[in-house]
């Protein structure tokens, strides 16, 4: 449970690693917002929630580069790794640098396998995975919508459904990564604990960007 914490705060705590200028996301613009504060503005654009718009092949690279080698996700790695160091997890990869490298580079490497699967196969399945707003009026659905989102797609018809494609990912690489975990790691409890905390890791950034928005506004007024 302590990784599944930290994961939260992780991923709340992450606004100075953008990966884009925030064009393609929904967030409020106030020109006369004053310059201290724009530039706080500025680091939380790119980590709100999607344009509702049509998905093409250019957006769709983009997704998959910000979310595979991003600079936020490269940062977000980089601390989880960290702090399963901190636990001694897996304890075959010891302390030192060596030891971060090694769950650095797993950590980096189970993203990659996890985005590569998914963002294929939503090719494949023309689902489009992005996070976009809920648009629901209370906290309490906003939140909901935004907990059960690693499990819903989007149509070009508009139309919301189960997302194969982000299971098949997460599944596919908490199998996958088996290959290079150490003896400790082996086994269907890892391997569904892996899992677990990917789509609990999505949850939590997902709700943090669903308030992103309220969160400018309120930057904005003061």
Request: glycine share 12%.
């Amino acid at each position: 449970m302590k990784i599944a914490w930290v994961l939260v705060s992780l991923v709340c705590g992450s606004l100075g690693f953008a990966q884009s200028n925030g064009a393609d996301r929904v967030v409020p613009d106030d020109a006369s917002t004053p310059p201290k504060a724009g530039f706080i503005v500025k680091l939380l654009r790119p980590l709100g929630p999607y344009e509702n718009s049509p998905i093409t092949g250019a957006l769709r690279l983009k997704a998959y580069e910000d979310d595979t080698i991003g600079a936020f996700t490269i940062f977000k790695e980089a601390g989880v790794a960290a702090v399963v160091q901190g636990i001694d997890i897996p304890h075959e990869w010891g302390h030192g640098v060596g030891g971060y490298g090694e769950r650095f580079a797993s950590d980096l490497a189970f993203n990659g396998v996890h985005q590569t699967i998914s963002y294929g196969a939503a090719t494949l399945f023309h689902e489009d995975n992005r996070y976009f707003a809920s648009g629901k009026t209370t906290a309490t659905g906003r939140t909901i919508h935004a907990m059960l989102s690693p499990f819903e797609t989007h149509h070009e018809d508009g139309r919301a459904s189960f997302s194969y494609s982000n299971v098949l990912g997460v599944v596919g690489a908490g199998f996958l990564s088996r290959a290079w975990e150490p003896p400790s790691e082996q086994g269907g409890g890892h391997i569904a604990r892996s899992i677990g905390y990917s789509f609990l890791g999505a949850a939590a950034f997902n709700t943090f960007r669903e308030f992103v928005p309220d969160i400018i506004r309120r930057i904005q007024k003061r």
